[in-house]
């Protein structure tokens, strides 16, 4: 199916492949889940939809940590960043410069999105920069081993590619560093940076 940006809209989050956006995934619990997982203060959401996830997230780091935090959403659908209504939820494109410092976040969260994107150039590129603000961890999200798992998982018509836990590795290789670990978890591919 020929995606755009303008794919991404009113009718792809509420009506047409999802139902109701803001509760398609409980983001309290994930939020929860990876704070009980991870040690961080800072955060970035990668292709971040409607915001719901850093929404939470910020909320509860602040709540934790007494202090504003810097936590962040970005997605490339207007629809989705208008929707947001957050000044930290920001429309920007995964694929180029992102708007943040070196290492500016200990946590970048990515999940699905770059089996959004059109080349694996792109997904080289998208690495490069979430890479780049990382400072601690990136927590990639939604890796299959099988394809029959992929299959059942497929609910989205919008997502070009399915790579394996090994494909997506070799990818991220690329832009790892000698001192990096990278390990498995059943969906997931965490990356600790040096
Ligand atoms: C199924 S959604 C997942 C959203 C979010 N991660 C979540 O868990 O709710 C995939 C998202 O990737 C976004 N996306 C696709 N290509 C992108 C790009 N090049 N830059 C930023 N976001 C992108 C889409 O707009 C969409 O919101």
Redesign the pocket.
Known sequence: MA?T?KS?NKK??FGG??ED?DK??N?KK?AHGLLRQYKFQSFL??????G??AKEMKKILEQKYKKKCDVFG????AF?VKNANLPFIKC?????KLPFRNKQFDLV?????????KTIE?IKK?MKEAYRVAKKTIVF?DVFSHKAAMDKDNY?P??LRFLNKGEWLKLWSTVMQKGDKARFTKHKIIITIK
């Open positions: 995606t940006k991404f792809y989050y492949v999802y956006y398609f995934m983001y994930i959401d990668i292709g971040c939809g409607c719901n996830l970005i997605d490339f659908s989705a920007v494109d995964c694929t180029k969260y990515i999940y699905t999105t770059y089996s959004y994107l792109d998208a999200d989205d919008y997502r």
